[in-house]
């Protein structure tokens, strides 16, 4: 390929057309380049390249414990992790999600350290390259009748239960689950620390603020769409104004009506 006969235009289309793992052998050859422009770009090049191989060996540490689950003879690791425990209104929300074991989706993370655009992307992808992914939906009602804790572990267990395929390990974020008869190991900060759980964080978040979104529908006074049933004061408002709903939790609103 005779860079030089080429202009930056027609050399950022080629770059675009090639894999980022090309990007080495490409990037010395562009830093030879006489205009000053097209050795910018190689130097721009070799910083995605080295934000690349960061992010895989990112991905290569937080697959550490599912690498110890499958040392230790297990084949089907399903990572679990929940949304929704702190909101005024809507259910708690779990997702299971088992991957493949040479699963490399970049920039899989804690759900709430990535943006709505990112976390989006990444839910669609992890959908197309998940072995199985299971949800857990328990609502207000019975989080007001057992406590958010234990619905907290009942939406887990339902997100196990929904599994096609029954994972022989739970990596499970932060929680103990009795009401699974799975061997499974609690991780404190697992949804940073564990590549499936953080997954399932992603899953779990994605599809209650789809649901919140679309109880904003129903009830625009609210602000669900942007609070997601969390009390800021628009919400707070809301509830001033129009009362509760059935989807609000009555016992986290003892101080509030």
Avoid: W
């Avoid at 990535?114 to 857990?136: M, N, P, T």
């Avoid at 207000?140 to 804790?149: C, L, M, P, S, W």
């Avoid at 390990?169 to 697992?190: R, T, V, Y």
């Avoid at 603020?209 to 009390?231: C, I, S, T, V």
């Amino acid at each position: 390929m005779k860079f030089e006969s080429m202009s930056l235009s027609e050399i950022r289309a080629y770059i675009q057309s090639i894999p980022l793992d090309n990007y080495l052998s490409l990037i010395s050859v562009l830093r030879h380049d006489k205009r000053k422009t097209v050795r910018q770009l190689a130097e721009k090049l070799n910083k995605e390249l080295l934000g690349y191989h960061d992010e895989l060996a990112r991905i290569e540490k937080m697959k550490m414990f599912e690498q110890e689950c499958y040392s230790q003879g297990y084949e089907l690791v399903a990572g679990i992790d929940e949304v929704g425990r702190g909101p005024l209104a809507g259910p708690v929300v779990s997702a299971a999600v088992i991957l493949p074991k040479d699963c490399n989706i970049l920039f899989i993370n804690d759900s709430k350290k990535l943006s709505i655009k990112k976390r989006e992307k990444l839910y669609h992808q992890i959908k197309e390259e998940a072995l199985d992914i299971g949800i857990g939906i328990v609502d207000a009602n019975v989080i007001d009748e057992i406590n958010i804790y234990q619905a907290t572990k009942v939406s887990m267990a339902l997100a196990v239960k929904d599994l096609r395929i029954k994972p022989d390990f739970l990596l499970i974020d932060a929680m103990k689950c009795d009401n699974i008869p799975i061997s499974q190991l609690p991780i404190n900060k697992g949804d940073s620390k564990s590549l499936s759980i953080a997954a399932a964080s992603i899953i779990a978040k994605v599809t209650r603020d789809e649901m919140m979104n679309e109880y904003h529908k129903e009830l625009p006074y609210y602000a669900f769409d942007k609070n997601k049933g969390y009390g800021t004061l628009e919400h707070r408002e809301g509830i001033s104004k129009r009362g509760i709903t059935n989807i609000h939790r009555q016992t986290f609103l003892k101080n509030i009506i």
